[in-house]
């Protein structure tokens, strides 16, 4: 069995900071947590990225990044870079510990219908700049030959439960839901392919409403949705829209939906209204599957939101927990997902599937960089 000692970076849709995780993996069923750590963005980077979204919007190609859109590109290689250094130092790790680096980059833009996503972040410079091979740039041959492009860590997922599974702990069917700034299940039944889609805003508009009234990044802990009602009228508004009757696999860009539906409402009732927004687009995917699911296992930062939690509870059928409580990190799985990932793109392994993003095919992806000089990282591992 060869080994990589990989290191998974992720900056969601949240746009919180940088997550970082160490990984002993095959890409395949092996599959050993390391250390974990998480680098904030400042309150200038989340505006800088703001600004690149904006113009993002106006974006119809994948060219050569200009105005603010280049601006954040840079500001998260380096924060990214950062990251990996400080990790590094603080852990008694070089780069020469270091095989592969997963480095997802920060979504601008995904319209899958246009064959278009846009993931900033210079994977070359990352790689010249660490010492260490970067793979990057994840989501895009997977666009272009026709799926949605997200999500892409079913296959990550999938491992997790089968390892879980081997001692009899989670007995399927039963779904993984990750709550970034957009929210995606996972569901996982012995002997299948996962099957995979975007649910809803996941924490993206309770984000901004939080922003728009009060300056703050988001609802920390669901203190604000705690003291409101939601408005079940509003709800109804925001859950009619035709993706919630789509079946997966489907993708949605960060600015699919509108907050307009709680704009009357107070900060307390929109903050309520939005959470349970999250949940119920849940409630929706749940008769789109091919049974109830009987857990539901919550990551991401929405597992972090006890009120987003409880509302999971009231609405769906089948029993929530978290990610933690079946040992895994709420906080860092995607961080491990792209450690992992980047395993699987160097060795040519598919990770998207037709039941995860609706390509033809099983198909590999993303694009390695090697540093200038000679690869730091030692030789894969050799483990009986």
């Given at each position: 069995?060869?080994?990589?000692?990989?290191?998974?970076?992720?900056s969601?849709?949240?746009?919180?900071?940088?997550?970082?995780?160490?990984?002993?993996?095959?890409?395949?069923?092996?599959?050993?947590?390391?250390?974990?750590?998480?680098?904030?963005?400042s309150?200038?980077?989340?505006?800088?990225?703001?600004?690149?979204?904006?113009?993002?919007?106006?974006?119809?190609?994948?060219?050569?990044?200009?105005?603010?859109?280049?601006?954040?590109?840079?500001?998260?290689?380096?924060?990214?870079?950062?990251?990996?250094?400080?990790?590094?130092?603080?852990?008694?790790?070089?780069?020469?510990?270091?095989?592969?680096?997963?480095?997802?980059?920060?979504?601008v833009?995904?319209?899958?219908?246009?064959?278009?996503?846009?993931?900033?972040?210079?994977?070359?410079?990352?790689?010249?700049?660490?010492?260490?091979?970067?793979?990057y740039?994840?989501?895009?041959?997977?666009?272009?030959?026709?799926?949605?492009g997200?999500p892409?860590?079913?296959?990550?997922?999938?491992?997790?439960?089968?390892?879980?599974?081997?001692?009899?702990?989670?007995?399927?069917?039963?779904?993984?839901?990750?709550?970034?700034?957009?929210?995606?299940?996972?569901?996982?039944?012995?002997?299948?392919?996962?099957?995979?889609?975007?649910?809803g805003?996941?924490?993206?508009?309770?984000?901004?409403?939080?922003?728009?009234?009060?300056?703050?990044?988001?609802?920390?802990?669901?203190?604000?949705?705690?003291r409101?009602?939601?408005?079940?009228?509003?709800l109804?508004?925001?859950?009619?829209?035709?993706?919630?009757?789509?079946p997966?696999?489907?993708?949605l860009?960060?600015?699919?939906?509108?907050?307009?539906?709680?704009?009357?409402?107070?900060?307390?009732?929109?903050?309520?209204?939005?959470?349970?927004?999250?949940?119920?687009?849940?409630?929706?995917?749940?008769?789109?599957?091919?049974?109830?699911?009987?857990s539901?296992?919550?990551?991401?930062?929405?597992?972090?939101?006890?009120?987003?939690?409880?509302?999971?509870v009231?609405?769906?059928?089948?029993?929530?927990?978290?990610?933690?409580?079946?040992?895994?990190?709420?906080?860092?799985m995607?961080?491990?997902?792209?450690?992992?990932?980047?395993?699987?793109?160097?060795?040519?392994?598919?990770?998207?599937?037709p039941?995860?993003?609706?390509?033809?095919?099983?198909?590999?992806?993303?694009v390695?960089?090697?540093?200038?000089?000679?690869?730091?990282?030692?030789?894969?591992?050799?483990?009986?």
């Open positions: 069995m060869t080994l990589y000692r990989a290191i998974g970076l992720m969601g849709t949240s746009m919180d900071g940088v997550d970082i995780a160490l990984v002993e993996t095959d890409g395949e069923s092996a599959v050993t947590f390391g250390a974990t750590g998480f680098q904030p963005y309150d200038a980077d989340r505006a800088l990225l703001r600004a690149a979204l904006d113009e993002a919007a106006g974006l119809d190609a994948r060219a050569a990044a200009t105005g603010a859109v280049a601006a954040a590109e840079k500001m998260v290689t380096a924060r990214h870079a950062e990251a990996v250094e400080s990790f590094l130092a603080e852990k008694g790790l070089s780069a020469r510990d270091i095989h592969l680096v997963g480095f997802h980059g920060q979504t833009l995904h319209r899958p219908k246009q064959r278009l996503t846009i993931q900033i972040g210079d994977g070359a410079a990352l790689a010249r700049r660490l010492g260490i091979a970067v793979v740039d994840f989501r895009a041959a997977d666009v272009a030959a026709g799926g949605e997200a892409i860590v079913p296959v990550f997922h999938r491992a997790l439960v089968e390892a879980s599974g081997k001692d009899g702990n989670l007995p399927g069917p039963l779904a993984l839901l990750n709550i970034g700034g957009v929210a995606n299940v996972t569901y996982v039944d012995d002997g299948l392919d996962p099957i995979a889609c975007d649910t805003p996941g924490n993206a508009l309770l984000d901004d409403l939080m922003l728009a009234r009060c300056g703050e990044p988001m609802d920390r802990h669901g203190h604000t949705a705690a409101g009602r939601v408005d079940e009228e509003a109804a508004r925001l859950l009619d829209d035709p993706f919630f009757d789509l997966p696999p489907k993708s860009d960060r600015n699919n939906f509108s907050r307009l539906a709680v704009e009357h409402l107070s900060l307390e009732d929109a903050a309520a209204t939005l959470t349970a927004f999250t949940a119920a687009s849940v409630g929706r995917l749940m008769p789109l599957l091919p049974q109830a699911p009987k539901l296992i919550v990551c991401g930062g929405g597992a972090s939101n006890p009120i987003l939690v409880r509302e999971l009231q609405r769906l059928p089948c029993k929530v927990t978290t990610a933690d409580v079946c040992g895994w990190s709420a906080d860092s995607e961080a491990q997902a792209f450690a992992y990932l980047a395993v699987r793109s160097k060795r040519g392994l598919p990770y998207t599937y039941t995860t993003t609706g390509v033809a095919a099983p198909m590999t992806g993303g390695l960089a090697e540093p200038d000089r000679e690869p730091s990282g030692s030789q894969p591992l050799e483990r009986a």
